[in-house]
Each structure stands twice: as C-alpha cells, then as structure tokens.
C-alpha cells in the first residue's frame, strides 16, 4: 500500500499495530507537511521496495490504491513494467467503482471537474443512464450538502496558498482564472482535480485570452475529429477507435459581456449556449430539452459510444452548485467582513454561468466570437 499522504501513512500503520522502520520515519519527519513531497517519497518507496520483492523471486505484485491509483501507476511504470503512453480510459470520465453503476456511460459535461460531487448528487438514482442520457436519464439530483463542498485537507491548504490573496478589484479576480490556465496554480474552486487537464494543453492560449477579458472558465473541451483512441491527451475507449469532440467552454461572465458575446455569436450559427443567473434567470438559443452530445466515439464491434452531453435540465442543476462555490469554496477562505469576500459575493450574485458549444467540430472556431470583445 503505498504511502499517499502522512495522516493516512499514520492512521493506517496505527490502525494495523505496523511496526514503522526507523528510516521510514526519519524520512518522512522533515517532509510530513509536504504533500507533494511525503507522495514523491511514497513512490521512491514502493519502487525500491518492489524492485527487492521482483529481485528475490517473486513474479506477482499487489498494490492497494484505495481510489488513489495515480502513486500505484507511477511505480509500476518506475518498475518498467507499463507504459504512460498505453494507459487506457475506458471512457472520458473516471467510472465509479460502485457495482449498480457498471453500465453508467453518459454523463452530463458540467460535473466533468467534480467527478466525486456528481456521484454524490446521482446516488439514489434507481437506473444510471446507457447508450442515451434521454432514454434513462434520472430527473431527480441530490440536494446540495456539505459533503459537496468538503475538501480533503491537503487540497484545501493549497487552495488557501493559491486563492486567498487579497482581491481589490476584478481584475485581480481575473488574475486568478488566467494564472491557473497558465499552469501557475495547481487547483482550482470549481475542480476536485489537480490542475488543467492534459487536453487542456492544446486550447490553454485561448483560455488564458478569454480570461483576461473576464470570461472565468471553469471547464472546456477542444474540438477534436477523427483522432485516434490511443491519443495520450483526447484519447479513450480502448484501441483501434476514433474519437471526436465538439469544442465546449463554460464560464462565468458579467451581464454586459454576456450581452457582447451573445451578439457577436449571430455570426457563428454552430454556436449554442445556455445562460444563466444565480436567480435562475436563463437565456439560451436553444430548446429548453434539448439533449447535446459532445463527445462519442467509434470502435471496431461496438455501437458508437456518447458519453459526454450538455443537457440543459442538468445545467440548471448545476448551476446552483457552481455558483455556491464562489461562497463555499472561495469566499469562505476569507474572514468575515473581509473586502476581497464581499468582492467575491458581488460576482456571485451579478455574475452569468454559460455553456457554449461550438457544433461545427471539424471546421468552427470556438473562440472567433470573444476576438471583438
């Protein structure tokens, strides 16, 4: 079981009456506030003390992840014996371990960055959506809770390190969103994961443009057309297929701006997109049911595979998610009464949250609509 962090590494061994060797312990001591650090040390561990199990005979490793797979797939491929570049999802979002949710493989786009707090909130569904999100999509979501907007305590520091700086003005707001694109922060309000996604890479100058004029992304996808399963970056489903993505983009914005944007997207017909305040005041080009899927895929013996789609009854349930992690998740990070808290508050309840589909995914330019603004 490969030590994931000192807490657990303590709670686990203490739990088991583990006799912890002495060097183990020297090692983490001066590092057991370094998440970063106690996890690289982890993996030199488990590597080294794989590599003495290999050498003595024994051909079969066992390695607990506990949901925490990242630590266990890095020895392995220190030990030769995966490769990064072959390593495999099945679908664009990680699949639940949960036995009732084998055949899960539709989900709506917006909890793509908060997998565990879609889970949470789709828990008492009676069937879990195959093949089409209209055929056996559950209408009932969870209500919000805290178990939404708790934070494992490593996560939690680092968003404290990252975002709460003092904030005088929007700008410094924007600032943010444009440093996480950037790769500059490692997490994010809106996200249970650890910075950008590989695919985020081949639209990050975009995304970095966009933000600087106040368009605060929170998630996105970049077209892809016909590429192959095996990509490292856009790839899923196994070998031999073909993927493809309509380009997505989802964020908040100011009234005006959304107003701006709006009217400059009558020059783009393969735009859609759906708007909408903290009240629930909506805008949106299209129909109020209205199912999109935006990402599927082709593989050798299969029907084609949808797993990804913006659904517009689901963004409505989203939003009140998203816009309460302005609170829950950034504001509360300062004190109360602070000027940057009731900066973020303002934002919250002035602010837009838009999905934006761009259906022309071989040819359509995304971002031709926020040049002018």
Partial sequence: ?????????????????????????????????????VKAYGIHLGTEMCKKILASGIKTLHLYTL??????????????????SKLSRTLPWRPPTNVFRVKEDVRPIFWANRP???????????QY?????????NPSYGALNDHQFTRPRGRGKKLQEEWAV??????????????FCEGKLKSSPWSELDGLQPETTIIDDQLVKINSKGFLTINSQPAVNAEKSESPSVGWGGPGGYVYQKAYVEFFCAKEKLGQLIEKSKAFPSLTYIAVNKEGESISNIPANAVNAVTWGVFPGKEIIQPTVVDSASFMVWKDEAFEIWSRGWACLFPEGDSSRELLEQIQKSYYLVSLVDNDYISGDLFAAFKEI
Wanted: glycine fraction near 6%; charge should be neutral.
């Fill in 1 to 37: 079981m490969p030590i994931n962090n000192y807490k657990g590494f303590v709670r686990m061994t203490g739990f088991c009456k583990t006799k912890i060797p002495a060097e183990i312990t020297a090692a983490l001591d001066p590092i057991k506030d370094n998440e970063e650090a």
């Fill in 67 to 84: 949901n925490m797979e990242k630590t266990a797939l890095a020895i392995l491929m220190n030990l030769g014996l995966i490769e990064e």
């Fill in 116 to 126: 565990k707090s879609y889970i949470s909130r789709t828990t008492g569904w009676d």
């Fill in 129 to 137: 959506p195959h093949g089409r999100w209209g055929d056996s999509r």
């Fill in 166 to 179: 003092p904030l005088k003005s929007v700008q410094d707001i924007n600032e943010r969103f444009v440093n």
